[in-house]
């Protein structure tokens, strides 16, 4: 170009869009700051914005908001060494049963399918269900909404003694598997079983009838001694 010639425009529109091009080029982002870090300093951008007004806000400026913060984290500080700290409520032993009553064949049934696919803990569940309602429907524990594992055991204990111990293990892996998240496997269940099958085939010990009947026939006894005094005395 000749020196006296026109200097070269380009219309604004066309010009903005040659640099909008030019600078979206990678050569010219490779130094800039990742999401993470933009996010970070739009934070902290934030979290300054918002000191500067609650000490414009405060009595005393940004050195009577300190005091503020100081205070409420004494207090904080105050009320956990007074309360202590927060504790977990233990987990206690729920009901045995759902709201749904099922006979103790239903439990064993589905105890059975559970096992039969390796579903170790629901076969442990579903047959101590079983044992607990057969002894209800052997009137050997009466039927009572609510009742625990534990409880179970304990009760049946007194009237099947020799299978006490047994029961009392039945009812800790129940309670193993049900609340204190540990897995059972084969031998939890076959021993389960057995002595549910035993316990079908066991007599109860009804101690207290024996001794009712015993207390009856001494009372009888007593009663026909008196009865023959008084017939001697008076003839």
């Given at each position: 170009?000749?020196?006296?010639a026109p200097p ?5 529109d066309?010009?903005r ?6 600078l979206?080029?990678?050569?010219y982002?490779e130094?800039d ?5 933009r996010a970070?300093?739009r934070?902290?951008e934030w979290?300054?914005?918002?000191f500067n007004?609650?000490s414009a806000a ?7 908001l ?9 207090l904080?500080?105050?009320l956990?060494?007074?309360?202590g700290?927060p504790?977990?409520?233990p987990?206690?032993s729920?009901?045995?049963?759902d709201d749904?009553p099922r ?17 170790w803990n ?6 101590m269900?079983?044992v607990?309602?057969s002894?209800?429907?052997?009137a050997?524990?009466d039927?009572r909404?609510?009742r625990t ?7 049946a ?9 047994r029961?009392?293990t039945?009812?800790?892996d129940f309670?193993d598997?049900?609340?204190g998240?540990?897995s059972?496997d ?8 057995a ?5 079908e ?5 009804l101690?207290n009838?024996a001794?009712s ?7 009888a006894?007593?009663?026909d ?5 008084r017939r001697?005395a008076?003839?």
């Amino acid at each position: 170009m000749s020196d006296d010639a026109p200097p070269l425009t380009t219309p604004r529109d066309p010009a903005r869009e040659a640099a909008r091009r030019e600078l979206s080029k990678r050569m010219y982002h490779e130094n800039d700051p990742s999401w993470f870090q933009r996010a970070l300093d739009r934070f902290w951008e934030w979290l300054d914005t918002l000191f500067n007004a609650a000490s414009a806000a405060t009595p005393g400026g940004a050195l009577g908001l300190v005091v503020i913060v100081l205070v409420v984290l004494a207090l904080l500080g105050a009320l956990w060494w007074r309360l202590g700290t927060p504790h977990r409520t233990p987990t206690t032993s729920a009901a045995l049963f759902d709201d749904r009553p099922r006979s103790a064949a239903e439990h064993r049934a589905t105890a059975e399918a559970h096992a039969a696919q390796g579903h170790w803990n629901q076969a442990v569940q579903e047959r101590m269900r079983a044992v607990v309602r057969s002894l209800e429907e052997r009137a050997l524990l009466d039927v009572r909404p609510g009742r625990t594992a534990d409880e179970a055991a304990s009760e049946a204990g007194r009237t099947l003694p020799a299978h006490a111990e047994r029961l009392r293990t039945a009812s800790r892996d129940f309670d193993d598997v049900t609340y204190g998240g540990r897995s059972a496997d084969d031998g939890t269940y076959r021993r389960l079983a057995a002595l549910d099958d035993e316990l079908e085939r066991t007599k109860p010990v009804l101690t207290n009838s024996a001794h009712s009947t015993a207390s009856t026939t001494d009372t009888a006894g007593v009663s026909d001694t008196a009865g023959s005094a008084r017939r001697g005395a008076a003839e």
